[in-house]
């Protein structure tokens, strides 16, 4: 990922302004995979992703842009076979209606560069009662020992 931010003239952890920049400027920039996840709200095949069963203590930022999205307090092994968390950054998210493939879900974005990160359920654990269910290829993780 870092050699992916190095090429993304959007990627910043510090800069929160909204982004607007189009489908086919960040299919110039992103990897293949990222880009189908991330603009095309694909979704990463289960129990494959790196933050699956991953348990360092850090924070989760958008692999896109950079922004906070999650700290790694909030993270649960759900067994659904992707990385879940009982709560978001609320600077850091957004959400909106899924109706895709005859469901009802409601789907989590990055809130400065719209990117699809995953959907949100309400079957998590105390003290939300969420399951913010993500694509770890949505995410980057930096740990808080390399802060």
């Known amino acids: 990922m870092e050699n992916e931010a190095k ?11 909204k982004l ?9 920039i992103l ?11 694909a979704t990463e095949r289960p129990f494959t992703g790196k933050y699956n069963e991953f348990d360092e203590l850090g924070e989760y930022y958008c692999a896109v842009c950079g922004n906070h999205l999650f700290r790694s307090d909030s993270k649960f092994s759900s067994s659904c076979g992707w990385p879940s968390f009982f709560e978001a950054d609320k600077e850091g998210v957004y959400y909106k209606r899924d109706t895709a493939y005859g469901m009802e879900r409601v789907e989590v974005l990055c809130k400065r560069c719209d990117s699809h990160l995953g959907h949100v359920f309400d079957d998590g654990p105390k003290p939300t009662g969420m399951r913010y269910c993500m694509n770890s290829i949505s995410l980057e993780f930096v740990s808080d020992a390399h802060k």
């Open 20 to 28: 607007d920049v189009s489908n086919d400027e960040w299919r110039k």
């Open 7 to 17: 090429n993304n003239p959007y990627y910043s952890r510090t800069d929160h302004t």
């Open 31 to 41: 990897a293949p995979e990222l880009y189908a996840i991330s603009r095309e709200a």
